[in-house]
């Protein structure tokens, strides 16, 4: 059975670059939620949906990111004039129910974005 | 004080040996917890589930203290593929936003 699958697994961008990461939940699964992992430290909580609705954005760093999902299903994570402390392996989860707190996430492999 | 702290390690123990992780957390508000596991470069999944009355799965379990805020892992006859990083994960409030703490590295050496 198909997980969370994300893309690209890994982006190099330049300072100042836009990039975009993809991430496809479990079918099915009404809660999606987007982290950010620095290296050697636990993952950050950036943003959270059901189904379409963006119900948490508190974690998003600056206004330089934007998360949508826009179908409720695939989710996209957009860092504008990126910098080089958006270096991170950011991660997508989702999870069955709508009432997450208390769900199982399952986790994409992760996209490792550095930026130069 | 950081909302999730854990003592980094890393833990090294013999194949065999019972080892044990705790973790606080501040918020005193929060209502679930869990233990997800981290291999290197991997994703995290999850371990466990924390309940307020301390659960078992196998070789590892699960105890939350709600009055010192503190969860704990223990995990007997700890084997080889146990070596991964452990996260405790707090959610808040029944909300959606889950703080995990930075993970407890464990080496099993043979």
């Known amino acids: 059975g198909a997980g969370v699958s994300q893309s690209p697994r890994y982006k190099v961008a330049k300072r100042g670059q836009d990039v975009a990461l993809r991430c496809d939940p479990i079918s099915g699964h009404v809660s999606l939620f987007w982290y950010q992992q620095a290296l050697g430290q636990g993952p950050e909580f950036l943003t959270y949906f059901q189904n379409e609705a963006q119900l948490d954005k508190s974690g998003l760093p600056s206004d330089r990111f934007f998360a949508e999902r826009p179908e409720g299903s695939v989710s996209t994570l957009k860092i504008q004039r990126t910098q080089q402390e958006d270096s991170a392996v950011y991660l997508c989860?989702?999870?069955?129910?709508?009432?997450?707190?208390?769900?199982?996430?399952?986790f994409g492999p992760g996209t490792r974005l550095t930026v130069l | 004080r950081k909302e999730v702290e854990q003592d980094p390690g890393p833990f090294n123990v013999p194949e065999g040996a019972t080892v044990a992780f705790n973790c606080t957390y501040s918020n005193s508000a929060s209502q679930s917890f869990f233990w997800y596991r981290q291999d290197c470069r991997k994703e995290p999944k999850l371990l466990m589930s924390v309940y307020s009355s301390g659960n078992e799965d196998g070789r590892f379990t699960a105890q939350l203290n709600r009055a010192s805020q503190y969860i704990s892992l223990l995990i007997r006859d700890s084997k080889l593929s146990d070596s991964a990083t452990y996260l405790c994960v707090v959610n808040k409030d029944y909300g959606q936003n889950f703080v995990f703490g930075p993970g407890t590295r464990l080496s099993v050496l043979p």
């Open positions: 989860a989702s999870s069955l129910m709508a009432e997450a707190s208390t769900d199982t996430q399952y």
